[in-house]
């Protein structure tokens, strides 16, 4: 991220070029299939985590190409929990897991509008990323009698891409950023993330895997 930054702020220095730096927040959303956590029993679920995005914009034409790095934070979630999802009577274990969410982005920025002193746009492109997810259960329970033992297991990460979608409303060089990243999953294996699906939902919301992220943009021209 040292690297990029350092390129980033190096190619802003051309004319017209544009450097952001944007520190914000993002909503994950749990997966309700309770992996991790079951909701009769204490759980503590950190999903709005702080994020940071630096990206580099050059206009074309009416628009922008925009560039940049994005991440997203780090979830986490403990847990009291039975090792059984069939019998909740089992002594509970402890279930502690965490896990970053960060990649690239590319697309472009929409022509501005103005509306009541502020310059409008929208922005569209790509989130290339890695998701991770670790957890750790010290003492899990392979029965009802048995004695406990430490699982310890990871998530496999793969780059995966989704697309985004944004709505930016700028006055200056500081600009308010709301965006919607469609699928952020870390799943497809058997250690998911706490967030997003696995779900248990049927019809149109079962594709509705994306998370939300606000942010303050400062912009170096």
């Known amino acids: 991220m040292r690297k990029l930054a350092l390129a980033l702020l190096l190619v802003a220095t051309q004319a017209s070029a544009e450097l952001s730096v944007e520190p914000g927040i993002s909503f994950f959303t ?46 986490k979630s403990s ?74 297991v990871s998530h496999f990460p793969r780059r995966q891409v989704t697309p985004i979608i944004g709505l930016v409303a700028e006055k200056g060089p500081l ?10 999953e870390a799943s497809k294996d058997a250690v998911p993330a706490i967030y997003a699906p696995p779900t248990k939902e049927f019809g149109w919301r079962r594709y509705i895997k994306g998370m939300m992220n606000v942010g303050l943009r400062y912009s170096f021209n």
């Open 30 to 75: 749990k997966n309700d299939v309770e992996a991790w956590y079951q909701n009769e029993f204490p759980h503590d679920l950190s999903l709005q985590v702080p994020s940071i995005r630096i990206s580099y914009a050059h206009p074309i034409g009416d628009y922008k190409f925009r560039v940049g790095y994005w991440y997203l934070g780090k979830t």
């Open 79 to 152: 847990a009291l929990a039975s090792a059984s999802d069939e019998d909740h009577s089992w002594p509970l274990s402890h279930w502690y897991g965490e896990g970053t969410n960060a990649g690239y982005t590319v697309g472009f920025d929409t022509p501005a509008r103005k509306f009541g002193g502020f310059s409008v746009h929208t922005e569209y492109g790509l989130y290339w990323f890695r998701p991770r997810w670790h957890e750790v259960i010290p003492d899990w329970r392979p029965c009802k009698t048995c004695a406990g033992q430490l699982v310890d």
């Open 175 to 184: 600009g308010l950023t709301a965006t919607y990243l469609h699928d952020v």
